[in-house]
């Protein structure tokens, strides 16, 4: 889109108020507090998350019904000022692990049925909501001209703004919005857009659209809370869009020990501070143009440099291309040639394909692990020695395989295990 059609949009806006608050941190999931956007007086404030409301709702539809039930009355209409629309993520606000899976709970006195009427969609509003420290959004009211509501948890702060020029379709505005507020092209994924499409205003079953930044097509993308006309609701209220600028940040949550996270999870928890190390690590995903889409490149990368995945590499990795941290872990969890512990010095590869374990891979794999004193998956206590089982080594003609350091053995059979650890020890 050209910046000077930018420059014109952004000249064109009047702030009619502005909020500014500090970012909290979540407790278990929950911020304790919302924010509520009043129209009629151009008007922000936070209003509180009690025990009672987690004690008998965990967000999403519970929080909106609860915040909905303080603002209207026996004769709220669809159309009535003081018709809220209600917005609320859960404790966890959704994944942001892939494009556009994110979850909000949207609720509002619905046009169609003139009763209250929730949808859910994806998308990382809610996400983002949540990141900057609010487990729902409240907006009442009606603006007197077409207006913007921005959440900024970059600069922490809140506005309410004239849009005079932006459109008014969804799909455009989106674009517009996104490349508005993005500081580059990586900073796009961290806009999250609300709007209402021009349909909206001629039909009682108007959708709300909720926008994310899809890394991997480079394009803005729609999801569409399609229930009960809520999008009918925002139009109503004059409002263009709601936007959301995440911090640059995907946070990874667990709220209960995972049983099978124990079995991958690293004892110790490798990082590093040199400068030199940092730069290199800097260096392997510059190589890669910081593309998210070779992320597992890098980290081949990094792994056979480092011997290892450590907390820094994820960091850096994720800082660079902002591919979510969760994802990454899953990567270096997920393929066995990767691990976020320094291996040993040699590692030891015994295949378990269908050619290697008819020939007696079972055997091998024991035979290592009574010479080496560790189990599969473990590094000896000298360093010297990492033992693992993988699928194939690709040489099912000289099954059962065997691959040491760099070094492939053939038609190995248990009695040459001691007799391989001794040759490869007498190589270090």
Not at 349 to 361: E, I, L, P, Y
Request: charged share 30%; glycine share 8%; aromatic share 8%.
């Amino acid at each position: 889109m050209a910046e000077n059609k930018l420059e014109q949009m952004r000249n064109a806006h009047e702030v009619l108020c502005e909020f500014k608050f500090e970012v909290k941190e979540l407790n278990r999931g929950y911020a304790d507090r919302a924010l509520r956007v009043d129209l009629d007086k151009n008007e922000i404030t936070i209003i509180p998350v009690t025990q009672q409301m987690k004690d008998l709702w965990i967000g999403g539809k519970g929080f909106d019904l609860w915040y909905m039930f303080q603002e209207i009355n026996k004769d709220t209409k669809w159309d009535s000022h003081e018709n809220p629309i209600c917005f609320s993520s859960g404790p966890l606000g959704g994944t942001t692990s892939f494009p556009g899976s994110g979850k909000t709970l949207v609720t509002t006195v619905s046009p169609l049925t003139s009763s209250i009427m929730d949808c859910n969609v994806g998308g990382y509003f809610g996400p983002y909501l949540k990141f900057a420290g609010f487990d729902a959004l409240v907006i009442v009211g009606k603006g007197s001209d077409e207006a913007i509501v921005y959440i900024d948890a970059v600069k922490e702060r809140i506005t309410i703004e004239k849009a005079p020029l932006e459109s008014i379709d969804s799909h455009i505005l989106a674009e517009e919005l996104t490349e508005m507020y993005a500081d580059d092209e990586l900073d796009k994924r961290n806009i999250a857009v609300v709007s209402a499409g021009r349909g909206a205003q001629h039909t009682r079953m108007g959708v709300l659209n909720f926008s994310f930044w899809d890394w991997r097509r480079k394009v803005t993308r729609l999801k569409q809370a399609g229930r009960g006309g809520v999008g009918t609701v925002l139009r109503d209220k004059k409002l263009k869009a709601i936007v959301v600028k995440n911090r640059d940040i995907t946070p990874a949550w667990r709220v209960a020990e995972n049983k099978v996270a124990k079995m991958v999870a690293p004892k110790t928890i490798s990082t590093t501070s040199c400068k030199h190390e940092i730069e290199e690590l800097d260096g392997i995903i510059e190589k890669w143009g910081n593309d998210p889409e070779y992320a597992i490149e890098m980290m081949q990368d990094i792994q056979e440099r480092f011997r290892h995945i450590s907390k820094t590499a994820i960091d850096r990795i994720l800082d660079k291309t902002g591919v979510p941290k969760a994802y990454l872990y899953h990567i270096a969890t997920f393929y066995k040639s990767f691990s976020l512990e320094k291996k040993g010095d040699t590692i030891i590869q015994v295949c378990m394909g269908t050619a290697c374990h008819v020939k007696g891979a079972a055997k091998i794999l024991d035979s290592f692990e009574r010479e080496l004193g560790v189990k599969t998956g473990q590094t000896t206590d000298d360093k010297k020695f990492s033992l693992d089982a993988v699928a194939c080594l690709g040489a099912c003609s000289i099954a059962p395989v065997v691959k040491l350091g760099d070094e492939v053995h053939g038609n190995v059979q248990a009695k040459d295990v001691a007799k391989l650890l001794k040759q490869a020890g007498a190589k270090k």
